[in-house]
């Protein structure tokens, strides 16, 4: 098989020519790898080679939906035994990992042939994804832009056709805001239904979970098949639908009525692209026979939702540190800045403010709960700005240097009363207003690449959902994917 003809196909494509005798497992890890080698040295989507595991994988007996189709885990919390996973920190490059997470060997049972882990910000802790110890990753639609994050390096790797889907986790938008940027399918399950043992029940209280990026709805949805359900070590076990969720992405759902909004307290102007990508939804949506009704503000109180998942991330980014700290030996030293930063900030909230922010979310969920007895869906932009260029958000030289003072004199709280706050909260947040309202409450969201601007960049709508609205959303995608085919719009990538 050509790498020409390799791209073309989805997961389950490549899938059903292994299983009709077309195609090898082995020849399609050589196109995978081939395409790795001439559309990765521009973008730095791969950060490890796993070529002895995937030789070992394509000599076994391959079973499952994923049969013999190459496959790309992400470089965090996605452990694969025997390997580091680094979390795109040099402090964790070098400490193997004793086993298999749970999703990475639901997809090895699924026959997916393992050969590389993926770019991730230090801890996954931004929407880009440029970490010191590997570098920036690039977006294929436009090297000098981001691919967002923290799944950036799976989205890059996607949208270039070196896999045509990719493991990716999302604790504050990290699979659907690079699925926007590269223009692919991420769909963030809701709390609870996929594991993320066996170390730990759940991740940040159930706010991160793992998914997929992917260039079709059907692969999305294959892939919640394979990943959802709980283990052993769950904190509880949701509720599944009748039948698959591949099955629904077949089926037209009803005529829904959706609400939309695009204006937030922390950027009331969002970018021209942004709204056109949120208007062409809604004309697409009312031309399926939904009704879409602009609302006057957000359904719930988005500068107190943004305040409190910042103050729990950065918390939680403090105990994280530690623990590495604990299991490697090294020092402070061995994490970026912005990261020393964000985790100081996090050490001078009380336990009280820490816990103020998480109750929090109770307020948020019982606000969407009144939405959602009148509406179906929420839909909003993905992003609310183009995908920043490559360096965009990092620290002006003054606020480098003062940052790098309070942190080695230990009176890091006094950030708070600097600039770098500031300019920390709206680097994180403003350009990506909307994703974490799913990830604080639990409820599943999706993003499906709707528009393209005139520059030729992806951008996305976003949609979420009630609890357990994940076979609505993959419903709903199936149908826009229909109406509005995307797949083609890869074929101009070189």
Partial sequence: MRTDEYRKYDGLGLAELVSNGEVTPRE???????????????????????????????????????AGVPFLIKDLSQDYAGLPTSSGSRSLTQLPMPEHSTVVQRWLDAGLVIFGKTNTPEFGAKGITEPVVHGATRNPWDRSRTPGGSSGGSAAAVAAGIVPVAGANDGGG?????ASCCGLVGLKPGRGLVPSGPTFGEAMHGAAVHGVVSRSVRDTAAMLDVLAGGEATSGYSSARPDGTFLSRTHQDPKPLRIGMYARTSVNPNPAPQAVAALEEAAKLLTDLGHTVELLDAAPYDDTALNREFLLAWFTYLA???????RRTGCGDDAFERDTRIMAALGRSASGVDYLDAVEGRHVHVRALATYFETYDLLL????????????????AKPLQLASDLLIR????????????????????????????????????????PVHWTSEGLPMGAHFTAPLGGEALLVQLAGQIERAAPWAHRYDTLG
């Fill in 174 to 178: 990290s699979i659907r805001i690079p």
């Fill in 380 to 395: 909003t932009p993905t992003l609310a700005e183009l995908p920043p260029k490559i360096g965009a958000f990092d620290l």
């Fill in 28 to 66: 399609l890890l050589d196109c995978a790898l081939g395409r790795a080698k001439s559309a990765d040295p521009a973008l730095n989507s791969i950060v490890r080679t796993m070529s002895d595991q995937a030789d070992d994988q394509v000599t076994r007996p391959l079973q499952g939906p994923f």
């Fill in 319 to 325: 105990w994280e540190m530690e623990e590495v700290k």
């Fill in 409 to 448: 004199s230990r009176t890091a709280g006094m950030l708070r009363y600097t600039g770098i706050v500031d300019q920390m909260v709206d680097d994180n947040i403003s350009w990506i207003p909307y994703t974490q309202l799913a990830n604080v409450t639990g409820r599943p969201a999706l993003s499906v």
